[in-house]
């Protein structure tokens, strides 16, 4: 049984793109429709028929939906829902995937009052934006995170769950703002830190980046790749759950100053625990199955 | 032409090992006699096949050898030199593979004063430690740093530019000063802040660490790599090149402030721009064959 005979994606970057292959692949009778607000995405995403059909207006996009998965910057779902408002059927489920859940949440509860609203987040993604970048199988194995209101249908929740469990992903149900600072922590706070050490090196005037770049594999590299994200995403990210990451930063920085002590007074034992204690939440992400056991993520060498 | 015919390695962990294994692949005719201080390790290595021999101390190790390389960690170095200085045969030429190369160049002078000294620093390396770690084509394609002293005899430092590119490394020469600095920023201050943040996500009380483990994919398991590297050589480390360490640190601190206030006081046209020029870095580093050109480092999905 299928949880959905048709489906809107709008925004067709990594994520949207990603969603409607991993649909083709695994639930190849349902109907996808797309829209994308860039012209030139479209033209690029028609050809590649992960959708059945690409409209030219959002509105249009979501005339006989049944679910539609905004994929679009987290600050563009107001402006986003208020375009397919008017024509949404009544009984549509309108979920997303966004970064931040009560922003989004509060954000699709305005503009769309009187419909199911059930924000999803799969956490999953790669450095590369743009539909060329999607693939089918991004969120196997990854988890998908539902904050549904607390007046959500249960029925509904229940059909969104088995899409994303048809895709590959494994589903947790979870509060909106509890999401936002467990999600703080786990993606906002490493990309925001890895935009900062890549726009420090960026601007030595001592070390150049000829040098940056040349012994870039003694660490560096590690964060230029989540330095590579879309920055109109992290731009809406940072802004949107701006509690939670200013939460996190304030202790990451106690942190930092700790260590940054421990250095300037010599304190080799303080290090060497601090240190010591970080190898094995590694190990239990590669045992979860959260990343590649091979060392050095499998790189090739 | 072999650069030398008889090499000691001392300390058989993930460099030491990897250099033997890469000896043995690209110039088989060099015989490698390798020493570890810890006897477990001896006992792991001799099966593994990749030293003609391993001797039970370190001053036997070194007899008649030609080139001596110490892969301890830097807060070590004193202490082997010392161990090996009455039996190091005079012409031999010392190196090794450490981090910091100042503190290393002085202690190796101080202990070994009247030897040739060039210390070497290749640039590569997994978050694995041990023998078993090591593989032969860890340096292939990465950079090894030389920084001999003034006084060092050119005809030395092209003997070992000559071994390190035999094991595939790229060589460069610089002085030891900069290099330091270079490697504070392209490496330690990377390990530094993994080191950090993994241990604040792991002292939060209202994130579980389970929480953190499934969500890793959201951009946390990409310092968690980093952050599982070897405790007691990223302590010594941090504690020989204190001072280019604390300088980065300082300039680190301050970006992040600056993103810190861009965050609070909603100035996204700040952060977009800021996200947006830590792209082409990236580009580079994958255009000069410094990592996979893959998304996601190359990631199975």
């Known amino acids: 049984m299928l949880p959905f005979s048709r489906v809107t994606i709008i925004g067709l970057g990594l994520i949207g793109s990603s969603v409607a292959r991993a649909v083709k692949a695994n639930m190849p009778n349902i109907r996808i429709t797309g829209y994308d607000a860039d012209a030139m995405v479209r033209e690029r995403a028609r050809p590649m028929g992960f959708c059945d059909d690409i409209t030219d207006n959002a509105a249009t996009a979501v005339i006989d939906a049944e679910l539609v998965i905004l994929c679009v910057p987290v600050g563009a779902m107001a402006m986003v829902a208020g375009q397919i408002a008017h024509d949404l059927p009544a009984e549509a489920i309108i979920s997303d995937v966004g970064s931040c859940k009560q922003s989004v949440l509060q954000a699709l509860s305005s503009a769309l009052p009187h419909h199911v609203i059930i924000p999803a987040h799969p956490v999953a993604g790669t450095e590369k934006s743009g539909p ?60 925001l830190i890895a935009y900062t050490i890549v726009g420090t090196a960026n601007d030595l005037e001592e070390v150049t980046q000829s040098e940056v770049i040349k012994y870039s594999a003694g660490g560096f590299r590690d964060f230029t790749r989540i330095a590579a994200s879309d920055p109109v995403m992290w731009r809406d990210v940072f802004l949107s759950n701006k509690e939670a990451v200013l939460e996190m930063l304030q202790r990451f920085s106690e942190d930092l100053t700790a260590l940054q002590r421990a250095i300037r007074y010599d304190k080799g034992d303080e290090l060497e625990s601090m240190f010591s204690r970080t190898r094995n939440i590694r190990q239990s992400i590669v045992e979860q199955g959260q990343d590649d056991a091979a060392p050095d993520f499998g790189r090739k060498h």
């Open 132 to 191: 060329e970048a999607g693939f089918a199988t991004l969120f196997k194995g990854r988890w998908c995170i539902l904050t549904p209101p607390e007046n959500a249908p249960k029925s509904a929740i229940e059909q969104l769950s088995t899409f994303w469990r048809n895709v590959g992903a494994e589903v947790d149900i979870m509060d909106a703002k509890h999401h936002d600072m467990v999600l703080a922590v786990t993606s906002h706070l490493p990309h």
